[in-house]
């Protein structure tokens, strides 16, 4: 009888320890995502200092929100061009999709630790690092955005904002803003320019 009840409780044990398990590995992190679109511009720089202009690279679409909603008549009705993240390992044109972020609380706001790449001729990458306030301008970030080569940097003399009005904003795990460069320099090129982006992070580490 001894026996049969050790058994019963130890196939017990092994069952419950079984589920728990199983429901450790349902509690996965979501694959991290991006959307970024990213420009050069001439900004407070001459001519001369700065020689490229226009769209640098992108991952993935923001689509247009001024096109409405599929039924205007209906405000939880789907945008006919909405937002379109690129997952990580994902596939974007002819290129696939790298991300790596964290996005972590820390004092009056977050530490950020962003990087995406896309492969193939319309690629790039960019990486962002620094602390962002909540919601508030945020000074002092450093960023890189790369394509064919070719580097504009700005080491701690960027900026993130945030258009609150269009839902961007900050926490854990995700940001979503606007990063500004005024002195992107391209050691290689001999250039100094001002690059802008629009980059939106979700599913991080926080």
Same mark, same amino acid.
């Given at each position: 009888?001894?026996?049969r009840?050790?058994?019963?409780v130890?196939?017990s044990?092994?069952?419950v320890?079984?589920?728990l398990v199983?429901?450790c ?5 979501a694959?991290?995502?991006v959307t970024f679109d990213s420009s050069?511009?001439r ?5 001369a200092e700065? @020689?490229?202009? $226009?769209?640098?690279?992108m991952i993935g679409? =923001?689509?247009?929100?001024a096109?409405?909603r %599929?039924n205007?008549?209906?405000?939880e009705s ?6 379109r993240?690129v997952?990580d ?12 972020c964290?996005?972590v609380?820390?004092g009056?706001g977050?530490?950020l630790a ?7 001729p319309?690629?790039?990458?960019m990486t962002v690092t620094?602390h962002?306030?909540r919601?508030?301008?945020?000074p002092?970030i450093s ?6 080569g070719? @580097?504009?940097? $700005?080491?701690k003399?960027?900026t993130?904002? =945030?258009?609150t009005?269009?839902?961007?904003? %900050?926490?854990g795990?995700?940001?979503w803003g606007?990063?500004d460069c005024p002195d992107?320099e391209?050691p290689?090129?001999?250039r100094?320019?001002?690059?802008h982006a ?7 580490t926080?």
């Amino acid at each position: 009888m001894f026996r049969r009840q050790h058994l019963l409780v130890s196939l017990s044990v092994a069952l419950v320890t079984s589920i728990l398990v199983i429901g450790c590995k349902d509690d996965t992190q979501a694959t991290p995502r991006v959307t970024f679109d990213s420009s050069i511009k001439r900004g407070g720089h001459s001519a001369a200092e700065c @020689t490229q202009m $226009g769209t640098w690279f992108m991952i993935g679409s =923001f689509g247009n929100p001024a096109q409405g909603r %599929v039924n205007p008549d209906d405000p939880e009705s789907p945008l006919k061009d909405p937002v379109r993240p690129v997952d990580d390992g994902g596939q974007d044109g002819q290129g696939t999709v790298s991300v790596s972020c964290s996005v972590v609380e820390a004092g009056d706001g977050f530490d950020l630790a962003l990087h995406a790449e896309l492969t193939g001729p319309s690629g790039g990458a960019m990486t962002v690092t620094g602390h962002v306030l909540r919601g508030l301008e945020s000074p002092g970030i450093s960023a890189a955005l790369t394509r064919k080569g070719e @580097t504009y940097s $700005g080491a701690k003399n960027c900026t993130i904002t =945030f258009n609150t009005a269009a839902g961007q904003a %900050v926490a854990g795990g995700r940001v979503w803003g606007l990063l500004d460069c005024p002195d992107a320099e391209a050691p290689s090129q001999q250039r100094t320019c001002a690059t802008h982006a629009e980059m939106r992070f979700e599913n991080c580490t926080q």
